[in-house]
């Protein structure tokens, strides 16, 4: 299965300033997603990366506010902007992976001050 | 919308008894997958099932996959303490991800 990796793994961020996260996978993969998960809670998709297109942005997520990039088949980054305490979460990247399902990174915390 | 609501929400066991989780949608799903998440840990595959009454078995855990492919099970039998973590079912239909609330497993040693 491809394997993730994900920075940081945790930050504490002042509020109003933005945080970007990487996510690298060590094979070409199609999609990549974005997800937010508060403890103890499920995931949210926050967007699909799409290598050589814009983001698609589920409901209530907006590009201003978490910009994507996904430059080639191998990386994406999500930025979270401008945040806020109520920006204070968990958020994982994920490959699809073929017969292994979807494989994920190993989150970042993030917790805004 | 389509929902994938998943039960229970918590489970308690003694170690050595069997686990259950569910998975309902009132929608016909192409797919599940389950994930198993430990404490601060990340969401890891276990299994997709795909076809109308499947069953798959990984050692203690089986899965189905309901003939109306509409509900699917997680059963784990003499649960173990590293079986702790949320179990967590998850089906991708029509381009979109539909994510259970996950069962939160903890066994008592």
């Known amino acids: 299965s491809a394997v993730i990796s994900q920075k940081p793994s945790r930050d504490i961020c002042q509020r109003g300033t933005s945080l970007t996260i990487q996510c690298q996978v060590d094979?070409?993969?199609?999609?990549m997603f974005w997800y937010r998960q508060q403890p103890g809670q499920s995931l949210t998709l926050i967007a699909t990366?799409?290598?050589?297109?814009?983001?698609?942005?589920e409901s209530g997520f907006v590009i201003d506010k978490f910009p994507i990039s996904r430059p080639n088949l191998t990386f994406s980054t999500l930025t979270v902007s401008n945040m806020s305490p109520e920006d204070s979460s968990i958020y994982l990247c994920?490959?699809?992976?073929?017969?292994?399902?979807?494989?994920f990174g190993s989150g970042t915390r993030l917790t805004v001050v | 919308g389509q929902q994938v609501m998943q039960i229970p929400q918590y489970q308690h066991v003694q170690e050595g008894e069997d686990f259950t989780t569910y998975c309902n949608s009132s929608?016909?799903?192409?797919?599940i997958q389950w994930y198993k998440q430990r404490p601060g840990g990340h969401p890891v595959f276990l299994i997709q099932?795909?076809?109308?009454?499947e069953v798959k078995k990984q050692k203690r855990l089986t899965f189905q996959f309901g003939e109306a492919k509409k509900n699917s099970s997680l059963h784990i039998t003499a649960t173990q303490t590293t079986d702790v973590g949320t179990y967590f079912c998850?089906?991708?239909?029509?381009?979109?991800?539909?994510f259970g609330s996950g069962t939160k497993l903890n066994v008592k040693p």
């Open positions: 099932l795909v076809k109308s009454g």
């Open positions: 994920s490959v699809a992976d073929g017969d292994y399902g979807y494989t």
């Open positions: 929608t016909t799903l192409s797919n």
């Open positions: 990366a799409n290598q050589g297109s814009e983001a698609t942005y």
């Open positions: 998850s089906s991708y239909n029509f381009n979109k991800f539909y």
């Open positions: 094979s070409q993969v199609t999609m």
